[in-house]
């Protein structure tokens, strides 16, 4: 079992920055491939972005290439994702994800765990 905690959610101007913290249980933290998803508000959760086991590869969503930046520090037990050139249309609820299987990417169904969300609002 993986306990996550997500947190750094808050209220940010359009083009300012935000940066969300993943707290993970497991010292075996290593073995997991780590996701953000975000879900708006009458929408269906979309991914945002994937960090390898190693942190050697990342991957991100079309909509957040180039802005948002994600890493994982393993000897903490935690991922990031630095948000930047944050737009409106940004604002959601953001989960951390963590998921046992090497080629997890988009699919949600590949993670195994999930943390309770951080809300993000982006103001105009």
């Known amino acids: 079992q993986v306990q996550l905690v997500e947190s750094g959610g808050g209220l940010v101007q359009a083009g300012g920055s935000l940066r969300l913290s993943c707290a993970a249980s497991?010292?075996?933290?290593?073995?997991?491939?780590m996701g953000w998803f975000r879900q708006a508000p009458g929408k269906e959760r979309e991914w945002v972005a994937t960090i390898s086991r190693s942190g050697d590869s990342t991957y991100y969503a079309d909509s957040v290439k180039g802005r948002f930046t994600i890493s994982r520090d393993s000897a903490k037990n935690m991922v990031y994702l630095q948000m930047n050139s944050l737009k409106p249309e940004d604002t959601a609820v953001y989960y951390c994800a963590a998921a046992l299987s090497s080629g997890a990417r988009d699919g949600q169904y590949a993670y195994n765990y999930w943390g309770q969300g951080t809300q993000v609002t982006v103001s105009s």
């Open positions: 497991r010292r075996t933290f290593g073995i997991y491939s």
